[in-house]
């Protein structure tokens, strides 16, 4: 509107000139070396007008002849940048669709028309990577990781490669790099952290948290905290016990559902003689999740009392969470030490149409004790072989007699949920042919699925570095690195990134174009 304003404005403005002019004729004389001109006022003006627009035509016409070099060179680049922009667009696409052909093709396109942009080595890396070119993947990473635009990407690729043939240490060194170049990088800070893990250097663990705090929504921060809190109290808990009361009351105060936590806490309490403490933080943790070791140690609370009191307790405990099988094994288990085995069978009596192995274990047990009856005592020992199985501390497909802080497989942080054995596990498509080198972790044991007990521990040290017990499948890496990362990635690249290499990538393109 502003535009057609000051246009209008414009013409009126040279209409007036016109007709003042016309209407105030003159003339206008020249002379000379003998030669007269006489014309009017307005003729003059005419022709001063057009020898200008001639001028400027003139002027311009030599202007784009001198630029022309400049203009076609201009043109050319920006072809070529349409060009490469186009090849790298239909590079990405084949590389996730898994076209191998497609991507070698615009990868060599590329290459020869914007070799070293940063996409353009973005699609070379893939591109290899889809290939099963490891040495050619990992060349293009490392340059890119030379140059300060991409470095981060580039730290990304190598430690990845170096997760893929098994290289710890490898890994580990690119996560730490890629943490001090840019602190801001979640998947490096998660990396380094669960190596320091891996390594039972929970103090360096925590402390690099606490760097991370800023990143981590609050809940998260302190359910970790707790969890490495936790693990080092049980590390600590044979060699320096004080120390390792501190750790625990901290880590249940950071989170009063963590078992282990509520467990260790608990003891610690009950050996200082606060027991209403002790009592408190064991129910506040069962009322969250009923699980046999807080029953246990519930039970140990009180030294010296009876076997009635004992089962009085933890009736008491079962009646807070009512319809519970962990209450009722607990209360079962106390009734059979008491020798109350009718309320033994009471406790047990809902579980024994589906009952699972701890079930038949109890329900032997019974029968020996109340009718020292051997043969009902061997028909629930058999039945126990074939029971469904009960829930154990799982991870990742690695089952556990205790409670880890990690996942042996994947390095996760508070990965051990206190379910069934292969319940919520999702078979996912394999994508490459290559197999990375076995990791040696847990399985579903044999024991856990045909119903026979599983051997116990009492080395406080298997609360950090579990026992083997059968390799379970390798978890596959992605054969690319994906450009999105989903929140369930099971890399650290599980990644949200907001790095600057990856906002880098959306801009790059600049420098073709120029």
Not at 254 to 265: G, H, I, T
Request: aromatic share 6%; proline share 6%.
């Amino acid at each position: 509107m502003i535009r057609v304003a000051l246009y209008l404005i414009l013409v009126g403005a040279i209409a007036y000139g016109v007709a003042f002019f016309a209407d105030r004729p003159g003339d206008v004389v020249v002379t000379w070396q003998g030669l007269r001109i006489e014309t009017s006022l307005l003729v003059v003006s005419s022709a001063l007008v057009a020898a200008f627009v001639v001028l400027i035509l003139i002027l311009g016409f030599i202007r784009a002849i001198a630029r022309s070099p400049v203009a076609l060179s201009h043109l050319r680049r920006n072809r070529r940048g349409v060009r490469a922009y186009e090849a790298i667009s239909n590079g990405l696409i084949a590389v996730g669709a898994g076209d191998i052909a497609a991507a070698r093709k615009f990868t060599a396109e590329v290459g020869r028309l914007a070799p070293g942009e940063p996409l353009a080595l973005l699609l070379s890396a893939q591109s290899a990577q889809l290939t099963g070119d490891r040495e050619a993947a990992e060349r293009a990473f490392r340059t890119m990781a030379g140059r300060p635009d991409t470095k981060a990407l580039g730290l990304h690729g190598l430690f990845i490669e170096a997760r893929r043939r098994n290289d710890a240490a490898g890994a580990r060194a690119y996560a730490e790099e890629a943490a001090r170049t840019a602190p801001s990088l979640g998947w490096a800070g998660t990396a380094v952290l669960e190596a320091r893990c891996r390594d039972g250097d929970w103090a360096g663990a925590l402390s690099l948290l606490e760097q991370n705090m800023r990143r981590l929504d609050k809940a998260r921060y302190r359910r970790q905290r707790a969890v490495l809190l936790t693990a080092r109290a049980l590390a600590a808990e044979d060699t320096d016990r004080d120390t390792a009361k501190d750790f625990a009351f901290e880590a249940d105060k950071l989170a009063p559902d963590l078992v282990p936590a509520a467990a260790l806490a608990g003891r610690f309490f009950a050996e200082g003689g606060r027991l209403r403490k002790a009592s408190r933080v064991i129910d506040t943790a069962w009322r969250a999740n009923p699980h046999p070791e807080l029953a246990q140690a519930y039970a140990e609370l009180r030294s010296g009392e009876s076997a009635r009191e004992r089962l009085r307790r933890l009736t008491g405990l079962a009646d807070k969470v009512p319809g519970h099988i962990e209450g009722a094994l607990a209360v079962a288990r106390a009734a059979l030490d008491a020798q109350e085995f009718v309320k033994a069978r009471t406790a047990l009596a809902p579980y024994l149409d589906r009952p699972t192995k701890r079930v038949c274990l109890l329900m032997a047990a019974l029968e020996r004790a109340e009718r020292n009856d051997e043969g009902r005592a061997r028909e629930w020992m058999a039945r126990a072989v074939n029971a469904a199985p009960d829930p154990q501390w799982t991870a990742d497909g690695y089952v556990s007699d205790r409670w880890l802080p990690i996942s042996p497989v994947s390095g996760r942080i508070d990965a051990f949920e206190w379910r069934v054995p292969l319940s919520g596990m999702i078979a996912a498509p394999i994508i490459e042919s290559e197999m990375p080198k076995p990791v040696e972790s847990t399985a579903i044991q044999s024991g856990a699925i045909e119903g026979t007990p599983a051997p116990r521990q009492d080395d406080k040290a298997a609360a950090v570095t579990p026992r083997r017990r059968r390799a379970s499948a390798p978890v596959k890496p992605e054969p690319v690195i994906p450009l999105v990362h989903a929140p369930d990635d099971p890399g650290p690249a599980a990644i949200e990134d907001d790095s600057p290499a990856m906002r880098q990538e959306s801009t790059g393109w600049g420098k073709i174009f120029e």
